[in-house]
């Protein structure tokens, strides 16, 4: 860090800054003036340019808050915010590198989350999406999302269910997975979708024991064949709504000066948009620990350290980025902690299908969201109108929100569930 972007700030002052304490904004409250300047204004004078929005902060430190007396404390680094040019990803927000395609194929990967061989996942955190779900008997299941993969093992690969299938619709990707239950393979068939289920021309089954039934990889070369030979050379995709990577950082330097200066959210009912600091995230699907989540923020990373509610960190394996060929994960690739720069629970209607044993879970229509980036949390509603429309994110007042540029982490959580923060 720059010395001319270091402050140091009293302990005793600015100790839940610091440590991450949520707060959130209590009924009724006043909106509270500091320096004499109300919160509108004080947003106003810092929407111009950094160098300012620096200065600014550093003055009203230095100015109206005690020097550091003992312990003194760092702000982390924020990148700086000045205007972005070139590129984005319309599936993660960010720059793309030169000679990226925004169109690129996209392949929607079914991956296993249990107990039973399917963890460590492979290659996970190069997806710039994730759905989180129950797939059957409260054991939850990822619909990945991938664009240009890399990876030289991706996988294990699991089977399809009917809600991943329309969560995955509106990214125009392949559909990789190992068979399915029934209502969603008719609805593949029917939908004319790009279809790539098990067969050894495009995947092949690890050798380790431990894995049992979830052995079954595929490549980012193998992935790469399947378009090449089914003349899949790009994808329509609808995206998220997105920030700019400068427009995030923005939104982090005012996090910061709101820490300072202890401006709190006025809030006229309980139904108003919330708008609180979020450090620690807890998801619950169910009653076992097994497959609840909870999530640390990382504010040097700005990025959201996943881990299972039983303390062990989601761990998944990362692999080089060119063609090993066939081979084991284990043998190749290093394990590294999943680290989303965006995690959104949607409370969804959830009960059992008509078979009594796979999940129904409703796609279509709305229900409320949580959506965590930047160290904030944002309390509003999901919707999706159809099964070809993408989701929305709504704040309170009906304003579409902007995710942060990066992985993003989705999950439906049961509306028996729980999320906690």
Known sequence: MDEKNKMTISEDDLK???????????????????????????????????????????IIVSLCLPSASSGALEYPEIPSSKSDDGEYSLLTGEKLAEGASKTAPVYCIQTPNGTDGGRPQVGLQQAGVIFEAI??????????????????????????????????????????HAGGAEDALNAVAAGGYRDLTETPAYFYRGTRGERRWNNLFTTSEKLGEFAKNKGF??????????????ES?????????EKVLDITEPSDDDTSEIVAEATDINIRFGSSATFNVN???????????????????????????????EKD?????????????????????????????????????????????????TVGTWSKTSKSDQIKFLDESGSEIKLAPGQTFISAVPNYGGVEY
């Open 295 to 325: 999530y640390k923020y990382d504010p040097d990373n700005n990025t959201y350290k996943r881990s299972y509610a039983s303390g062990l960190a989601h761990e998944v394996y990362s692999c080089p980025d060119e063609d090993l060929g």
């Open 329 to 377: 994960p284990e043998d190749v690739c290093e394990l590294k902690q999943m680290a989303p720069s965006v995690v959104i629970a949607m409370i969804v209607q959830e009960g059992r299908a008509a078979d009594g044993y796979h999940e129904a879970i409703t796609t279509i229509g709305s229900g409320k969201a949580y959506v965590f980036q930047n160290g904030t949390a």
């Open 233 to 246: 050379s790009n994808s329509d995709l609808k995206g998220f709504s997105r920030l700019t990577p400068a």
């Open 135 to 176: 797939a059957e008997a409260g054991i939850t299941r990822f619909a990945a999302i991938y664009q240009a993969p890399t990876s030289a093992i991706i996988g294990p690969v699991r089977s399809l269910r009917i809600y991943y299938l329309e969560w995955d619709t509106p990214f125009d990707c392949a559909i990789v």
């Open 16 to 58: 839940e800054a610091f440590e991450g304490k949520s707060r959130k904004p209590s009924k009724g409250k006043k909106e509270k003036k500091s320096g004499g300047f109300s919160r509108k204004e004080l947003t106003f004078l810092i929407s111009g340019i950094v160098g300012m929005v620096v200065g600014i902060i550093m």
């Open 249 to 257: 950082n923005q939104a982090r330097m005012e996090k910061v000066v």
